[in-house]
């Protein structure tokens, strides 16, 4: 009978090296092709599933497939691949559940637990939004903050019963919480709808959730804002949030930052950006300005004959890098203001001023910058 089985490899058409997400792929595919419910009384398929279903059983066990590399089907005398029945393999659960709508292809092994009851089930994340300053997210803080989510009601454990009588026996698939039956050659087996694959109804609500399993609670946080975040950045904080069914963990809460707007520096990545006015005399002649920083007082130098628009750069002066090290720099902006309004001074002074500049279509010896200077000296 081994003389007329065909090749495991080539059933799968894949190589000898190939490895386990490669053997599991190659399944999938023939699974798809071949299953049963997609080739309805065609005996050839059928045929070709169970070949591929042996095939896969035998190279996705080390232990049958070293015997098998090196002996071929003789050396599987024993090892139950002879006879191969599908519905004893329970990895196929895993592996075409998902493809054709079975939660529990095969018997869904691997996805209950003992006594066909409903598998533990991991806690919904949660999101919480945290709004801080500027500043804040410069310098990095220690902020509580107050989370709402739904906690197992204590009183029933999250059955969602009272404890006396509270739960009786699913009548429908009589406390399995699953139907079996069969279609092909496949004995398939699905959560019963009635009781949700629990095996049990609730027959008295829990007079503390009523019934909900859970409880709306409030958990105070204690979250430690890294220097350096800004708007979107998220941190996660583990088994925080919902908490979980049949012995599940809870899920995750993730703290998604926005960081306000400041009056006077915008944030632009790593680096800072402020706009400083200065008056005309200042922009010719130069000056020092005090700069108020979020590491205290700066002076800053404005050279002279400096531009609206130029930007005076002071380094390490920004924003911490949130993945790496070092900060970003402060960049000063200068706009020059023109007066609207002068005093008959000043009007006066500019005038004089005026007439020693020439025009802008006639050429002059001396430059601009020069002849203010020599004018304010």
């Known amino acids: 009978m081994n003389a007329t089985k065909r090749d495991y490899y080539e059933i799968l058409s894949v190589s000898r090296e190939c490895d386990d997400a490669g053997l599991k792929s190659a399944y999938r595919k023939l699974a798809l092709k071949y299953h049963p419910d997609r080739n309805p009384n065609d005996q050839d398929a059928e045929e070709r599933f169970k070949e591929a279903a042996e095939a896969y059983s035998v190279l996705s066990d080390p232990q049958k497939r070293a015997a098998y590399d090196r002996y071929g089907h003789q050396g599987l005398q024993g090892m139950g691949a002879q006879g191969f029945d599908p519905s004893t393999f329970t990895d196929f659960g895993d592996i075409l559940g ?9 018997g869904g092994a691997g996805r209950r637990g003992a006594g066909g009851r409903s598998r533990a089930q991991r806690g919904e994340d949660l999101r919480y939004d945290l709004e801080m300053s500027l ?67 609730v027959r008295r609500p829990c007079t503390q959730c009523r019934g909900e399993r859970q409880v709306r609670t409030e958990r105070k946080l204690k979250v430690t804002i890294p220097a350096g975040v800004d708007s979107g950045t998220h941190l996660k904080l583990a088994n925080e949030g919902q908490s979980g069914f049949n012995g599940g ?44 920083t979020f590491d205290g007082l700066e002076q800053v130098k ?26 970003g720099d402060l960049y000063v902006q200068v706009d020059v203001k023109v007066p609207g309004k002068l005093t008959r001074e000043q009007r006066k002074l500019f005038e004089q001023l005026r007439e020693t500049l020439p025009e802008e279509n006639e050429p002059h010896e001396k430059g601009l910058l020069d002849k203010v200077k020599d004018y304010f000296a």
Request: aromatic content about 4%.
């Open 302 to 327: 404005v050279p002279e004959g400096i531009q609206t628009g130029s930007r005076i750069r002071l380094k390490n002066l920004g924003v911490p890098r949130l993945q790496g090290s070092g900060r």
């Open 135 to 201: 500043e804040d997210a410069i310098r990095g803080l220690s902020v509580e903050i107050q989370v709402p989510r739904m906690d197992l009601c204590s009183r029933c454990q999250g059955t969602g019963a009272e404890k006396v009588d509270g739960l009786v026996s699913c009548p429908m698939c009589h406390g399995r919480g699953e139907v079996v039956y069969q279609q092909s050659f496949l004995q398939i087996r699905r959560s019963c709808s009635q009781c949700g694959g629990r095996g049990q109804i």
């Open 98 to 106: 998902d493809l054709f709508g079975f939660g529990d292809l095969f």
């Open 249 to 292: 963990p809870a899920g995750d809460l993730y703290v998604v930052v926005k960081v306000k707007e400041h009056p006077i520096f915008e944030r632009q990545g790593d680096d800072l950006l402020c706009t400083v006015p200065i008056n005309v005399a200042q922009a010719v002649l130069g000056t020092q300005i005090n700069l108020l």
